[in-house]
């Protein structure tokens, strides 16, 4: 068997084994993300079948790379920028290995689910939760809300109710930060909640 031909059927059997993970994250309940795996698997195959009627290519144009990856052009050519995908120059065309499509199909599979919180684990948590934003200064959280609020219902904010938002926003900042270096000092010093 050809170097060509020995790629291309190893190719094919990596994009096999995507089968399985999407049945995985079908049974985890991540449709969005078996869709995807399964569109990147379905394209590079085409991609694949595409290239083995012609001549064998190992360089792929950057709308192929972005079609067989469901990406835009303009995605792929940040990732070569940012070293994510590696690329030739021809001319003034930037063109992608077509090894380096089937490794970033592999590298894109989906990490599996994290394990599930316990119901007690999840109250716990926004016990927590609750009891950090309890700790905000009420002075500040109440005008703030209503400034929100007025905007949410679509009404205009005055140059004065602006400036007011804006310093409420930077005093809700630091207090929030304060209360959360506070809270990891606690955590550090094994301390319980107060």
Known sequence: MSGAAGSVADTRKRL???EPLIGQLEDAGQLDDAAAVRLARD????????????????LLTTRQAGRALGVSIQTIRNWVAAGRLPAEKRGVRTMIPRQALLDEIER?????APAERSPEERAAIAAEGHRLLAALPREIVGPLDALHEKMERGEPLTADEQARMAALERDMTEAAA????DEIQRLKSGKPAA
């Open 43 to 58: 394209l590079a195959e085409r991609v694949l079948e595409n290239s083995s009627r012609a001549e064998p290519q190992a």
């Open 108 to 112: 894109s599979r989906a990490h599996p």
């Open 16 to 18: 096999r084994r995507l």
């Open 178 to 181: 304060r209360i959360l270096t």
